[in-house]
Structure formats: structure tokens, C-alpha cells
């Protein structure tokens, strides 16, 4: 089967540090990503690790620990506009990529 | 711009009928993925087409079927519409495996 577990919503501050954590199991790993999707848009991609450790690209980072079957997403220096979802998807073997349901990220002033 | 074209847009249309929604990939990407989201809801993983093959199938119902054509593009055919159906549809685009492309969706309306 295949599972992939994110938090459903999250609050932070402008300004500051959060994480959004992601778990997974499936049938076969070949890659996780992470998606940034505003209410009624197209998810827009901000990364993919395929080994193990940490990306950092701008003010994300994405994290990932394959026998562990985690990944986080880090995004500094918080903006208002950083308000939307977070998908956090698993690129299996079985050629598809699957998509956990995501983190509403609400960011307060 | 993501190089993803989706049409239509919009699309209201009774239950019962049929529809047909079209994605064009970016230049040089052989795969097309369909997803269906619904109000609210996470992105389920409808099909994978691969340079004209259809690659790997998720929860797609029966009324539902796809194709990729010789120069890329693939359709998503929806019939027997049912309220239900209504829903974001994204097709997105890679070369083969790595990051996704996705275009703008079509938002279907079943009445």
C-alpha cells in the first residue's frame, strides 16, 4: 500500500522558521517532492530529493531520510505570500506520483 | 507559465454527459500525469502516460479514460458525468522521472 502522512494545517509568524514534516511508505521510492499549491492553482514545484540529507535552495530546504521514510520541508525568513498549501509527494516505483493531502500553512503578522 | 497547457479552462456540462479535456506538455517532456482534485482535497493520481504508453493507473474509474498522442498531447475523457465528477483536473509534464510540471487545470462543473 501507500501512505503518505502530513499534518493537515500549520500556523506561523512572519518573520520566522517553520517545518512541515512528511512520512511516508509505498510500494518503491525512486523520489520525494514538494509542491507549493495556492487555493484554486496549480501546485508549482520547489523540490525533489532523491538521496539522502538536505537541499536548500532561496529560503527553503527540503530534507530527506530514506530508511527513516521522512522528509521536511524548511522555509525561512517568512512571507504572507508563503500563506498556501504544501504537497509533499512520493515518486514510487510503479511510475506514478503519489500525493500526501498536503499542510494549510496560515502565516500571521 | 509552466509550459503546461490545459483546455478549457471552464467547463459546465449536465450529468450524463461527456467531456473531453486536453493537456499539452512542455517541449521535449514525454510523460503526462492526470490528477483529479477535488474542493478542499488532496491530488489523486488518475494516470501516467510515457511517450504514448500508458505507464501506471491509480484510483481512475471505469467512465474515465485517457491517451497520449504521437506528438504528446493527451486527452482525458470523462462520460456518464455525475455531480460527483466536479473537480479540479491538472495534467503535469516531466521528462521521465524528476520534478513535474503542472498546468493551470481544468475546472469542471458537472450541474
Known amino acids: 500500500g501507500q501512505n503518505i502522512d502530513q499534518p493537515t494545517e500549520m500556523t506561523a509568524t512572519e518573520g520566522a522558521i517553520v517545518q512541515i514534516n512528511c512520512t511516508y511508505q509505498?510500494?518503491?521510492?525512486?523520489?520525494l517532492f514538494w509542491y507549493q499549491q495556492h487555493a484554486g492553482e496549480a501546485p508549482t514545484f520547489l523540490s525533489y530529493?532523491?538521496?539522502?540529507g538536505l537541499e536548500e535552495k532561496g529560503r527553503f530546504s527540503s530534507f530527506l531520510s530514506r530508511s527513516k521514510g521522512y522528509s521536511y520541508l524548511l522555509l525561512k525568513e517568512l512571507q504572507m505570500k508563503d500563506s498556501a498549501s504544501y504537497l509533499c509527494?512520493?515518486?514510487?516505483?510503479?511510475?506514478?506520483?503519489?500525493f500526501g493531502s498536503g499542510t494549510r500553512l496560515s502565516i500571521r503578522p | 507559465d509552466s509550459g503546461v497547457t490545459q483546455t478549457p479552462k471552464h467547463l459546465i456540462t449536465a450529468t450524463g454527459q461527456r467531456v473531453t479535456l486536453r493537456c499539452s506538455p512542455r517541449?521535449?517532456?514525454?510523460?503526462v500525469y492526470w490528477y483529479q482534485q477535488s474542493l478542499d482535497q488532496g491530488l489523486q493520481f488518475l494516470i501516467h502516460?510515457?511517450?504514448?504508453?500508458?505507464?501506471a493507473k491509480g484510483n481512475i474509474l471505469e467512465r474515465f479514460s485517457a491517451q497520449q498522442f504521437p506528438d504528446l498531447h493527451s486527452e482525458l475523457n470523462l462520460s456518464s458525468l455525475e455531480l460527483g465528477d466536479s473537480a479540479l483536473y491538472f495534467c503535469?509534464?516531466?521528462?521521465?522521472?524528476?520534478?513535474?510540471?503542472f498546468g493551470q487545470g481544468t475546472r469542471l462543473t458537472v450541474v
Open positions: 503535469a509534464s516531466s521528462v521521465e522521472a524528476g520534478e513535474a510540471f
Open positions: 509505498t510500494s518503491g521510492f525512486n523520489g
Open positions: 530529493n532523491v538521496l539522502d
Open positions: 509527494a512520493v515518486y514510487s516505483s510503479a511510475s506514478k506520483i503519489i
Open positions: 517541449s521535449g517532456d514525454l510523460s
Open positions: 502516460y510515457y511517450n504514448g504508453e500508458e505507464r
